[in-house]
């Protein structure tokens, strides 16, 4: 056993201030040290509630059961997660749900490029569980769904890294829902970098298979070089555009259009070429 004695006790109480309450300030010195691990210079034992040298989502979970003594799922239930993507006012909302679920938890990477974590709209009273970084969003929560609200542009990209569910006797289990978030619509992100001077790289995402068309214009309308022509697949695609015409002459610097075409779809974005 690494600890021994009252001290013992009070990490598994998580009451990490030891004033003899498990309360929101020992909550925010919680996610102070939220994703350490052994031997980095953050990493703090008394954090670590399950002993594996690691501050994850088991350590949150067994955290705020101290604040819940009851249960809302269903026993006998297997906890399923579901991750999905729609248009909000400002942007981009991942939904979230736990079927038969106490709780849940997921680690989202996006491009921060394209979108900016706003807030995470849960009905729970306990603590919720947000850490980010540039790129990288932890969240955990007790309740059986949530929306992650962010602001930008769609076109850019969202992963689920990791997924974890939780059941009512507070078991952390993989939820087995990695990889690509597909964006419901149509999208073209915007290009980057832009300005540019040797390359700019174009990112759409596609809900379904489409015949895509990808073109960069001039600004007397004139074609200045097709990226796409062809059928692709749903998800996410990108496409570089190398500052040279269709015949792979470098053209001048100034303001260029990238059109893009995907059934009735239609987007336009900006491009300024400096040599």
Same mark, same amino acid.
């Given at each position: 056993?690494?600890?021994s004695?009252?001290h013992?006790?009070?990490?598994?109480?998580?009451?990490?201030? $030891?004033n003899?309450?498990?309360?929101?300030?020992?909550?925010?010195?919680?996610?102070?040290?939220?994703?350490?691990?052994?031997?980095?210079?953050?990493?703090?034992?008394?954090?670590?509630?399950?002993?594996?040298g690691r501050?994850?989502?088991?350590?949150?979970?067994k955290?705020v059961?101290q604040f819940?003594k009851?249960?809302?799922a269903?026993?006998?239930?297997?906890?399923k997660?579901s991750?999905?993507?729609?248009y $909000?006012?400002l942007g981009?909302?991942v939904?979230?749900?736990?079927? $038969?679920?106490e709780?849940?938890?997921?680690?989202?990477?996006y491009?921060?490029?394209a979108?900016e974590?706003l807030?995470?709209d849960?009905?729970?009273?306990?603590?919720?569980?947000?850490?980010?970084?540039?790129?990288?969003?932890?969240?955990?929560?007790v309740?059986?769904?949530?929306?992650l609200?962010?602001r930008?542009e769609?076109?850019g990209?969202m992963e689920?890294?990791?997924?974890?569910?939780?059941?009512?006797?507070?078991r952390?289990?993989?939820?087995g829902?990695?990889?690509?978030?597909i964006?419901p619509?149509?999208?073209?992100?915007?290009n980057?970098?832009n300005p540019?001077?040797?390359?700019?790289?174009?990112?759409y995402t596609?809900?379904e298979?489409?015949?895509?068309?990808l073109?960069?214009y001039?600004?007397?309308g004139?074609?200045?070089?097709?990226?796409?022509?062809?059928?692709?697949?749903? $998800?996410?695609?990108?496409?570089?555009?190398?500052?040279?015409?269709?015949?792979g002459?470098?053209?001048?610097s100034?303001?260029?259009?990238?059109?893009?075409?995907?059934?009735?779809?239609?987007k336009?974005?900006?491009?300024?070429l400096?040599r």
């Open positions: 056993e690494r600890y004695g009252i013992r006790e009070m990490i598994l109480s998580g009451d990490f201030d $030891g003899g309450v498990v309360d929101f300030k020992d909550f925010s010195l919680f996610v102070a040290h939220f994703g350490t691990s052994h031997g980095e210079p953050d990493f703090d034992p008394l954090f670590d509630l399950t002993g594996d501050v994850d989502f088991e350590d949150f979970f955290f059961a819940d009851g249960g809302s269903k026993a006998g239930t297997r906890p997660l991750a999905e993507v729609r $909000g006012d981009p909302v939904e979230v749900r736990a079927e $038969g679920a709780g849940f938890g997921l680690v989202l990477n491009d921060p490029e979108y974590f807030r995470a849960v009905s729970s009273r306990l603590p919720v569980l947000k850490k980010e970084t540039r790129g990288k969003l932890a969240f955990a929560c309740g059986d769904k949530a929306k609200v962010f930008g769609f076109g990209a689920v890294e990791e997924a974890v569910v939780v059941d009512r006797a507070y952390v289990s993989d939820a829902v990695k990889g690509t978030l964006v619509e149509f999208a073209l992100g915007r980057f970098p540019f001077n040797s390359s700019t790289a174009v990112v596609l809900p298979a489409a015949h895509v068309k073109v960069v001039d600004l007397l004139r074609v200045v070089k097709v990226l796409v022509n062809g059928v692709q697949d749903a $998800g996410r695609h990108r496409a570089v555009w190398d500052g040279r015409d269709g015949s002459r470098p053209v001048a100034g303001l260029y259009l990238i059109r893009m075409e995907a059934g009735t779809f239609r336009v974005r900006e491009a300024v400096v």
